[in-house]
């Protein structure tokens, strides 16, 4: 059930870059998928989340109005659509899969290994 990330790398400040992230098991689409962020020498924080079904999104401040996220269970993937990046969003973004939509880590179950996302500016 452990999610594996893809699409992160190296983009200049206002840039997009939409991370995927793909679970395996025929279970994906009962989970709550959520994605969360590490920069250097900071804590694991929450990013954006969205319901099994597709609802109950939910984003942090700090991405709200800029990124966004969605799910397709027919191939058991989940994105994030990263837009107007800026310096603070560098970091290891993570994709969680959980019981249901939350801002906590201790909500979800199975973790990702994480992609890097650089925003140079």
């Known amino acids: 059930e452990q999610p594996v990330e893809s699409g992160g790398g190296l983009v200049q400040a206002g840039d997009s870059l939409t991370l995927s992230c793909a679970a395996s098991g025929s279970t994906f689409g009962v989970y709550a998928m959520g994605w969360f962020r590490q920069a250097p020498g900071k804590g694991r924080e929450f990013v954006a989340a969205i319901g099994w079904r597709g609802d109950k999104i939910e984003y942090s401040d700090s991405v709200k109005g800029r990124f966004a996220i969605s799910r397709d269970n027919s191939q058991n993937t989940v994105a994030l659509q990263m837009n107007s990046l800026k310096p603070e969003d560098t970091a290891v973004y993570y994709c969680?899969?959980?019981?249901?939509?939350?801002?906590?880590?201790?909500?979800?179950?199975?973790w990702g290994q994480g992609t890097q996302v650089t925003v140079s500016s």
């Open positions: 969680a899969a959980g019981v249901d939509s939350s801002r906590l880590e201790i909500d979800y179950l199975y």
